[in-house]
Every structure is written in C-alpha cells, then in structure tokens.
C-alpha cells in the first residue's frame, strides 16, 4: 500500500514544530519501509491538503494539539473517522478536514478512506514563542514518546489500518477532540 507520512506544524513556533521534528526522525528511521513518502514539513489544511493526499491509500499525520489541563508529551491517536477538527487540518477560511476529504471524493479524487488515515497529536504547551527550540516539558518527553508512536507506526505500516485500535486515545485521559 503506498503511504504518505506528514509532519504538520511551524518549525519556529516553539512546541507547535513537534509534528515536525518526529516526521523528520521518523524519514530516517522508516528509510527502508517500502511504499512511505515524508513530507516532513506540512503547514497547510483544508483543500490544501487533498493534493497531498491524492494517489495515497494511507496517510500518516503527525500534529500537535493543546487542550485545556492537557499535560505536555502526552499524546493520542485516532484515524479521520473521529476527527473534528485540530489546530491545522482546518482553516477558518476554508473548509474543515472531514468536508475536504468528501468533497475531493465526490470530485473524483483518489483519497484514502478515513479508516487509512491515522493522525497522532502530541499535546503541547507553547504555541506563541517564536523559538526553534521547544519547550523543556516537550524537549524531556521526547524520547519516550516519539519512541511509542514510532512503534505504532510500524505496526500501522505492517498490517492492514482495520488491525490498528485507532479510535482511541493512547493515553489516559480526553484529548479534547
């Protein structure tokens, strides 16, 4: 199955470049798995992202997301199914990640389903210091949790999306979705 692996977010927005820095390690990581393009760096939503998606029977996005009372490093997986909306699969200009996804189906595109569509959102804390650095909350969870969504990855990656418990959140606790 071909499968797209993106990173969303700034990279000199502080914590907001997490989805970022984890599909640039990941690109290295995964550089032998057959069938998986990276685009590292996503900042797009909406339409924008139906030209990036199209072709691929899988998609990978790797995001961020801050709730209220969330605790930094944690971090939660879901596939489009569940989706409502996050910081950067939507734009207040333009349309929201569920209706993208159905409007470039009904025009014919060739999309993955949203069962093939895997999203992991780390929480974050900072999303206003302009830094290429995040923060140290973020900075001192990420082996730990970079290592445990790569794992996930992997077994995404090397069986059917159906045998994958998406849906629900890899951690305690509601993501705020």
Known sequence: MST???????????????????????????????NLDVIDECSVG????LDLFAGYQRVII????????????????????????T???????????STALELGRRMGMEL??????LIFAVEIQDTRTFSEQMSDALE??????????LEEIKV???NDA????????RREGSPGL
């Open 87 to 97: 910081f950067h699969l939507t734009n207040i200009h333009d349309a929201n990640f």
């Open 4 to 34: 797209l692996l993106v990173g969303m977010g700034n990279p000199i927005l502080c914590d907001d470049a997490v989805g970022i820095r984890l599909a640039r390690d990941f690109q290295r990581q995964l550089r032998h798995h057959p």
């Open 162 to 169: 159906a045998q994958i418990n998406a849906g629900t959140q």
């Open 62 to 85: 790797l995001d961020s997301f801050q709730t209220t009372g969330g605790i930094p490093g944690e971090w939660y997986f879901f596939t489009a199914e569940a989706l409502r909306e």
């Open 156 to 158: 995404f990656l090397a």
């Open 140 to 149: 001192q969870g990420y082996p730990r949790y970079s290592s445990e969504i």
């Open 112 to 117: 993955p389903d949203p069962e093939n569509i």
């Open 46 to 49: 909406g339409l924008n992202l």
